[in-house]
């Protein structure tokens, strides 16, 4: 596997303690998940039926404020991995520094791959990807620019996983547009990564591609008995989008009575420069916090936001010492 987030197994190889004992800041996960209540039996033990799955994408598609055609799959990850067939073979242009599963994806079904480093230089590609906002540095690009650079490019996927919380960026209301793909994440904004479930949206032919190789029950019962109840519930989803603002103003003060510069970040999320990462990251763990750093540029430290109440107490008096 590469490297990712949320590798508590090495934060405990290396400083001890049990999962449970951790709070792990390495991920762009929300720490105050949705409340799920109870799920019925059949959701567990029945095969999902067309029209629950039906409902699972008219509640997506009124949450991401799009009449286009969508599928869900299994995490955002999961269409991914299905990227390579969307087209014939050719140039994969991928806005970086991103990332870093789309690369090597794409390279291993022949691919050619280019990382560049402005929207200007995806031009002529095959497929051309960015993230918006962009993980790990948050930056932003406005809708307009995007719509731009797609009669530009041959395939333009744009991977909105952080951006529920800034709904302003999203192109989803435009994803009917030939050439124009969607992906969502449900697990990162609702706080249940472990559910597996992200969305597909775009146009009909694409859509039909990515939901014939996902097979006929791309996710569980579960995932669209919870991901319809949090999907339609657009006073959690305000309230969330309002305390991540906050918190981020929060976390950004602690970073800079550190000393660290902030670099960028989305809602959920936060990338500092530091003298030394490695050194941050040992300082926060040896409080059993885990944090993000990047083997690609020793001074990156980044830092989802706490959740509860005590994971900012322990934050803050980790940081003091």
Not at 83 to 89: E, G
Not at 105 to 130: C, F, M, P, Q, Y
Not at 145 to 155: F, S
Request: aromatic residues 8%.
């Amino acid at each position: 596997m590469r490297e990712h987030g949320g590798n508590l197994d090495l934060a405990q190889q290396r400083f001890g303690g049990r999962a449970d004992d951790w709070i792990d800041l390495s991920t762009g996960i929300n720490r105050l998940p949705y409340p799920v209540g109870e799920i019925g039996a059949h959701h567990w033990q029945a095969l999902p039926s067309r029209s629950e799955i039906d409902a699972l994408h008219l509640a997506a598609r009124q949450a991401y404020r799009t009449s286009a055609p969508i599928v869900a799959m299994g995490g955002a990850q999961a269409a991914i991995q299905l990227l390579p067939q969307l087209a014939p073979r050719g140039r994969a242009g991928i806005l970086a520094p991103t990332y870093n599963e789309y690369a090597p994806v794409l390279s291993a079904a022949g691919w050619e791959v280019e990382e560049v480093r402005t929207l200007d230089a995806l031009a002529g590609a095959n497929l051309a990807i960015l993230i918006n906002p962009n993980n790990p540095d948050g930056r932003r690009y406005a809708p307009k620019d995007l719509l731009a650079l797609l009669p530009r490019v041959g395939h333009l996927v744009i991977d909105e996983s952080f951006a529920d919380a800034v709904p302003e960026l999203s192109l989803a209301p435009e994803a009917g547009r030939p050439g124009l793909l969607i992906l969502r994440s449900f697990g990162k904004f609702y706080g249940l990564a472990g559910l597996r479930l992200g969305f597909a949206i775009g146009h009909a032919d694409d859509i039909a591609k990515l939901a014939a190789a996902s097979g006929p029950w791309p996710v569980s019962g579960a995932a669209i008995a919870i991901g319809c109840r949090a999907l339609r519930d657009d006073a959690w989803a305000n309230a969330t989008s309002v305390r991540l603002v906050r918190d981020c103003v929060r976390l950004d003060d602690l970073g800079k009575s550190q000393g660290w510069r902030l670099v960028g970040g989305a809602p959920l999320f936060r990338l500092y420069e530091t003298a030394d990462a490695r050194a941050a990251q040992e300082k926060l763990a040896r409080g059993q916090i885990w944090s993000r750093v990047f083997a690609q540029n020793p001074t990156w430290v980044r830092l989802g936001l706490p959740g509860a109440a005590a994971e900012w107490t322990r934050l803050t008096e980790v940081l003091a010492r």
